[in-house]
């Protein structure tokens, strides 16, 4: 049963850190819908859970902190974030934490939510 | 949902009332998708329907660099592109950041640079966004 409301933005994202050219692409997207005060609910599929995982060493791989930005969204607008319970277990059984709470939730009960979302965007 | 009937064999039969957001987001080398779109893009605005505005961001930003040598028989989609927007008044829009983090050489001009403020807007503005 679909949850969403006719304004809010649905992004899914798809791939893990650093995978595309600039590491903040996703989170800038959904930054933007943030700042426009439109509800979001990110759905984060297989391994692009690991955007949000608290213990990177960023520092000693010489790659950027703007994924910590992800922490900030709900001061901007409502967000709710759903993963795959199997990353999610895989997370918290390396003793990680994720910038977010995040919901778990399988595909397909992400992909009868999306039918709530206002717009659903695949980045 | 859908106001009217959408059948992928067949675009001429997307109700016309709806208007269409299109966001690339491949090179025109990467993968097959760049074309795609600039074909259902095609097939969209012959037939009617409104296309508000193709929108490219990440790699697809590559399909506003001229001056590429293409290989015989592949089609040239800055060009395939302009020519789109010249016909129908379609706007190109493509994300300023994308381009910065990609190329410094001169964009064709039927590129317009824009921002992802743009895209979100256009997004709430618009019936669908199809994403390529």
Known sequence: ?123 | MWPGRFEAENVHEIDITVKFLVIVNESPWGSDLALAANRFVGAALESGVEVAAVFFREDGVYNALQGENCDPGTPDLTEAWGALAAQSGTRLLMCSSSRARRFREQSSPAFIESGLTDMMELMIGCDRVISF
């Open chain 1, 1 to 123: 049963m679909p949850v969403g409301d006719a304004l809010s933005i649905g992004l899914i994202i798809r791939s893990r850190p650093y995978l595309q050219r600039s590491a903040r692409s996703q989170l800038d997207v959904a930054l933007v819908a943030a700042v426009l005060e439109l509800p979001l609910r990110l759905y984060f599929l297989g391994d692009s859970i690991l955007q949000l995982q608290n213990a990177r060493a960023l520092e000693k791989s010489s790659l950027p902190a703007g994924y910590r930005a992800w922490a900030s969204l709900p001061d901007l607008t409502e967000v709710t974030v759903f993963a795959e319970p199997s990353w999610l277990q895989r997370i918290s059984g390396a003793e990680l934490r994720t910038l977010l709470t995040v919901v778990p939730k399988t595909v397909a009960a992400m992909r009868a939510d999306w039918q709530g979302c206002g717009k659903v965007l695949v980045l």
